[in-house]
């Protein structure tokens, strides 16, 4: 009988990195110290925010917060914001007390949010038209009884943009900003950036400068990737109906008006019960959430994507939300370093520690350009909360397919975590730490 294999348990020499993510709820928020000669140590914090709706947010992410500046005696390195969604930058504005104690020392940001770029202020264009006309399609839906308080697809989707907030996602990334005289706008094409005495360095995957490649977000069986709903379509359609409130699917003479028709035992019995399908007159707000996915996706898919790359160790991987056509570019990135070329698949090849893109889902982890060439990967962490998932009618994060394809590509050598379960046995004895607050790794 083949003897049974060890479990390995903890190195016994010191780490090269320590990679703490919170457990705040369905967001991203993450403290990364990395370890260099003499005790030096270089701390980076990525994100920080939860999903508009969680139960006393402001006092959650000041905990974050607070907690933030204990561990790093209130400086840090590098402040990183990866993208313009709600649960990943509010906690900046709701912790804003805490965090204007924290002294940063450099705050990089996606080229996507550089004022002075002229695609991004193409970006931010699209982007603002698109919110205003799906905020003003909200309300129209809630109007026509197109809403009956509980969470839609469209208004769930807005969630991500701070829609029902008192400050939004554009003012949460300016606290951000303003932490330094001169943020950095990351590009693909820029050289990794050196750590000086931590042998190690910082390369940037994503976003991709490729318009097309941006709005390239789902996975199909036919090509293998599609692209998401054209947003000029859509808008025009939506503008349409929002110019025309009274627009609807009969003329005139074939009309009864709705608070007759409410009124009415008749249509009360056939109309206004719970068999909305039969229902028409808001039939126009289809258009409506095909776009709040495109923008919805197209803003994941902005998301800044880096490679902490330690030399004697491998590969932190940090892809924030980053969707396919973000993940497809990354091929294709190339850099010289020490007179050798880099290539994203040799980061990819070497990662050891991935934190799992967009909370799990479906769309936000490439199989034969991702995972499957992580064939080093010791751990994976997916920032999630399922229950709360399941409240915004998102009930496939974290992807259980996923999960199960996380786990065999861990499974010899270390562990997949979910922040909102416990730690197995087996992450346990490889050395990770849990709290009620977050979930702790050693890279080695």
């Not at 390995?8 to 990679?19: H, N």
């Not at 370890?35 to 139960?55: F, H, N």
């Not at 068999?275 to 039939?283: G, K, L, T």
């Not at 199960?404 to 979910?418: D, N």
Request: proline letters at 5%; glycine letters at 8%.
């Amino acid at each position: 009988m083949a003897a049974a294999k060890k479990t390995p348990t903890p190195s016994k020499k010191p780490p090269r990195a320590t990679v703490r993510t919170y457990r705040h709820g369905l967001g991203d928020c993450h403290l990364v110290t990395l370890y260099g000669a003499r005790k030096a140590k270089y701390q980076i914090m990525i994100d920080c925010g939860v999903i508009l709706g969680t139960a006393n947010a402001g006092a959650v992410m000041t905990e974050v917060m607070d907690d933030i500046l204990a561990a790093t005696g209130g400086s840090i390195d590098l402040l990183v914001a990866t993208h313009e969604h709600w649960d990943h930058v509010s906690g900046f504005a709701q912790a804003a007390e805490s965090f204007a104690k924290l002294k940063v020392g450099a705050v990089w940001l996606g080229w996507t949010e550089d004022p002075k770029d002229a695609d991004a202020k193409q970006l931010r264009g699209e982007r603002d038209n698109a919110l205003a006309l799906l905020r003003a399609a909200a309300v129209r839906m809630q109007l026509d009884g197109g809403g009956d308080g509980e969470p839609n697809l469209l208004t769930s989707l807005l969630d991500f943009f701070g829609a029902a907030a008192r400050t939004t996602t554009a003012s949460a990334l300016e606290l951000v900003r303003a932490k330094v005289a001169r943020p950095r706008y990351c590009d693909p094409k820029d050289l990794p950036v050196e750590l000086d005495g931590f042998r190690g360095r910082i390369y940037t995957l994503g976003p991709p400068r490729d318009m097309k490649m941006l709005k390239k977000t789902l996975p199909s069986a036919k090509a293998p990737e599609t692209y998401g709903m054209a947003l000029a379509a859509a808008e025009r359609s939506i503008g349409q109906a929002l110019a025309n409130p009274e627009q609807q699917p009969f003329s005139n003479a074939f009309r009864i008006p709705s608070r007759v028709a409410q009124s009415t035992p008749f249509f009360q019995q056939r109309y206004w019960n719970d068999e909305a399908w039969r229902r028409i007159d808001v039939a126009w707000m289809d258009d409506a959430s095909e776009l709040a996915l495109a923008l919805d996706s197209m803003t994941n898919n902005t998301s800044l994507v880096l490679a902490i790359d330690l030399d004697d160790v491998g590969v932190l991987l940090f892809a924030a939300d980053a969707q396919v056509g973000n993940w497809l570019t990354w091929s294709d990135c190339k850099w010289r370093v020490g007179g050798k070329p880099v290539t994203g698949p040799d980061l990819l090849a070497r990662t050891v520690y991935y934190k799992v893109g967009h909370h799990g889902s479906h769309n936000a982890t490439l199989k034969a350009g991702g995972l499957e060439r992580m064939t080093a990967l010791d751990v994976a962490v997916i920032p999630v909360d399922h229950a709360m998932a399941l409240k915004k009618k998102w009930g496939d994060i974290p992807l259980d397919a996923l999960v199960t394809a996380l786990g065999k590509a861990t499974t010899e050598r270390g562990y997949v975590v979910r922040t909102d379960e416990e730690l197995s046995a087996t992450a346990k004895r490889r050395g990770a730490r849990m709290t009620r607050l977050y979930v702790e790794v050693d890279v080695f």
